[in-house]
């Protein structure tokens, strides 16, 4: 029986890939960028599985290109990049690979919020300037995490992975969600409330939203305005549940009075883009889920996720479990 053939869209972990040349016909795009829209197309043109990643966009008219495409993985757990219902339509089933990273993303969420909290990157250029002469009681001169209150916006997995972090901060925690989390709550102290409180009284706000049509640009103009003077944002979802112009916006006239970002919209953003000229900005290449062993486990559930839909058997993770 011939194997069947996988377009495998970005270079993965190494063991991972193997596994599934074990399995398939296997086709890399090996360049150290995302295919273009065309590379993509030739790639799924004669395919039955898709091995991609959340810069790729699985829409219609790539699908009309790709008559025996029967699979589709994602590396990443957001779904956004993924035209679902036209998967489902043509009986392609979509696996993507949540969990896996929850705890790698906490972890630089909470980096950010520190590194921004701190001044650590201006610290750090400080010092290799040559600009550090003496000690100076003024210098840099951050904020208390211990006390402070850190709003979650999305209360889910990775957010729940937050909170944990910041009971060791002695933080106070606000939450909006649509639905409310009361083992959170009482394990954790956490108290639910709606969007206008949680930006009016959160020292810290940090969002944990997937991008759909209903959080796109979650934080806009109005949004920003209402949030401390004082407070910093920290956002390691997606870029587009940030209003990005009105963000540069609010950051320059200073309220709020930072922000770190993992994320952007578009991304990556351009060279002229007003946030990368703004000194209160601390910005990070998408690396959320950026280690050696969290990378790893996505590659092998993504790989899994494929060879399961290959075999006709639901995915681990399936995104359209009703094809099942």
């Known amino acids: 029986m011939a194997l069947p053939r996988v377009f495998v869209s970005r270079t993965i972990d190494g063991e991972a890939l193997a596994g599934l040349r074990a399995r398939a016909e296997v086709q890399v795009f090996g360049q150290p960028r995302p295919p273009t829209p065309g590379e993509l197309t030739d790639g799924v043109r004669e395919a039955d599985g898709l091995l991609c990643m959340l ?17 589709v993985s994602t590396l990443s757990v957001g779904l956004d990049h993924v035209d679902l219902a036209a998967c489902t339509a043509r009986g392609i089933a979509v696996g993507h690979t949540p ?19 701190r001044h650590v990157a201006p610290g750090d250029a400080f010092v290799r300037s040559g600009r ?7 210098l840099l001169l951050g904020r208390d995490l211990s006390g402070a209150t850190l709003g979650i916006a999305g209360l889910g997995a990775i957010g729940q992975a937050v909170v944990r972090r ?14 409310a989390r009361p083992e959170v709550e009482a394990e954790f102290g956490a108290r639910r409330v709606d969007k ?25 103009e109005r949004e920003l305005a209402r949030m401390k003077p004082r407070a910093v944002l920290v956002n390691t979802s997606r870029g587009a549940v940030v209003d990005s112009a009105a963000l540069a916006r609010a950051l320059a006239a200073g309220r709020p009075a930072a922000a770190a970002l993992d994320v952007f919209d578009p991304e990556p953003p351009s060279a002229d883009d007003p946030l990368l000229a703004l000194p209160n900005v601390l910005l990070a290449p998408h690396l959320g889920s950026a280690t050696v062993e969290t990378r790893g486990r ?9 060879l399961l839909s290959l075999e006709g058997r639901r995915p681990k993770h399936c995104a359209n479990p009703e094809l099942f």
Request: proline residues 3%; without cysteine.
């Open 166 to 179: 910041a009971r060791g901060f002695s933080m106070r925690v606000l939450y909006a969600n649509r639905t």
């Open 298 to 306: 996505m590659a092998a559930l993504a790989v899994l996720n494929l």
């Open 132 to 138: 550090w002469k003496t000690w100076d009681p003024g």
């Open 99 to 117: 969990g896996v990273l929850t705890e790698a993303t906490a972890d630089l969420a909470f980096a950010l919020l520190l590194g921004a909290a």
């Open 196 to 220: 206008d409180t949680l930006l009016a009284e959160s020292d810290f706000l940090s969002l944990h939203l997937a991008l759909t049509p209903e959080t796109r640009h979650y934080l806009g």
């Open 55 to 71: 810069t790729d966009r699985v829409d219609r008219a790539l699908l009309d290109q790709a008559p025996r495409l029967r699979a």
